[in-house]
């Protein structure tokens, strides 16, 4: 059995009492205890959530992180400064970060890497964009990425990683992928890594959808076979509507 996870990413989004205000909202309301829930806040917030949290069965998670634990890199964030305060995953390879920072398969690599090695879970996205998916070249943009963000992962860390498939041209779009189309790569996403490994790491790996998830599309998309939680963006941001997803 796969223990459904909805995440919330928040994005750029939210000051300390904007993120303290959201979180006291979400807590107003009864969470399904079936699921298990994750914020993604912004590094400033991280620590005042995460104490927020405490006694709840919310996780915390971090957007980002370099992966080397200390250096001359200025303005990053390593794994050791969010293990001290207590962050649970982390998204790692976000196609934002892909498409504005920079990010490649080989840093996507080295962060899933050191996250597994300092006990966060990576949350990894992949997804192709509007023109790979024209050409035809989805599955093989997809499998590229996960190869590639998962070489040298070892296999008993693997029940430790979530994939997040966001497709680019679905994301903040108000595009949704059809719940057959992402039903269908979630299943590929599945089969490539089962393949990698070995069978059995299918029936615990968990995949989530991500690209325009609302409280209205949340409920045919988690009755997909291969769906095993979404990555909200935009609707986490309120509180009603989170909950409401969370509560599918
Ligand atoms: O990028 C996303 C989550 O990581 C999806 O964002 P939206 O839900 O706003 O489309």
Redesign the pocket.
Known sequence: MRVPIIAG?WKMNNTISESLALIEAILNSKLSAEVEKVVAVPFTSLMEVKKALKGTDIKVAAQNMHWEDNGAYTGEVSPLMLKEIGVDYCIIG?S?RRQYFCESDETVNKKVKSALKHGIKPILCVGETLEEREEGKEEEVVKRQLLKALEDVAKKDIGNVVI?Y?PVW????GKTASSEDANNMCGFIRKVVGEKYEEEIKEVLRIQY????KPSNIKELMAKEEIDGA?????SLIAEDFVKIVNY
Do not use: D, K, W, Y
């Open positions: 990413n976000h934002e997040a966001e679905a994301i903040g779009t991500g690209g325009s998830v990555l909200v963006g935009g609707a």
